[in-house]
Structure formats: structure tokens, C-alpha cells
């Protein structure tokens, strides 16, 4: 399986909150990617810390980054047409589309969106 992270999920890993996906065993176990969305919501803050910066970096290293392309480009564009989605998210799920990847997240704008081709992960 493919799997792709949103930023939610990458953040409360690395903090290993109590709402944590066990992100591990997925990237030991399956196919793991990101979007370019995703590294650019990580790493905007102005206040990020040097070292929240390294452990952000060092972890997207482990994992593919997804750059936009033609083929998300056009399927953004029919996910926002579709959907209340913004443009990052729609980006972000367009990707997870094009990819054939269940988005890992507890993001309620994925959780809640009705569009029929959106594939998020559950692990429950």
C-alpha cells in the first residue's frame, strides 16, 4: 500500500502527542511519500526553532516529497471544483489521488469531504 502523510499527522509524530499515528511501522512496512504542500506548511513558521527545523528536515529525508506535476495540477482543480476543500488541501489530496495513496490524517476538512475518489486511511 501507498500511503501519504498530511502535516498533522508528521506533527504529532514528531511530537508523539497522544493522538499519534504509528508512522513507523508504516514507513518500515509500506510505500510513504509527501507533498510539497506538506514540507512548505512544516517548515514556514517564522518562530521554528533551529531544532524543530533539523527534526523536520531529517524526517522528510526519510520519505519521498512529492513535487506538483501536470496530473495534480488537473486534479486539484476537479477535487476544489467538486469540494469546500482549500487549495493546499486539495493539492494534498489530489496528490494522495494520482498516486493511488491513503492520505494518514485527522484533518476534519479530509475526514468530512465527500468526494468519492479522496482515499484516507483509517487505522482503526
Known sequence: MRFL????AII?????????????????????FTSVIVKLELLKYPAISPDEERIITEFLRLIPVIPLNEAIENETIA???STKLKLPD??????AIIYDAKIVTRDP??????????????NE
Open 109 to 122: 476538512h479530509f475526514l468530512n469531504c465527500q468526494y468519492k475518489k479522496l482515499p484516507i486511511w483509517n
Open 79 to 81: 477535487l476544489s471544483r
Open 90 to 95: 486539495a493539492i494534498i489530496g489530489a496528490t
Open 5 to 8: 502523510f498530511d502535516t498533522n
Open 12 to 32: 504529532n509524530f514528531l511530537k508523539q502527542t497522544t493522538d499519534t499515528f504509528d508512522l513507523s511501522s508504516l514507513l518500515l512496512q509500506h510505500e510513504c
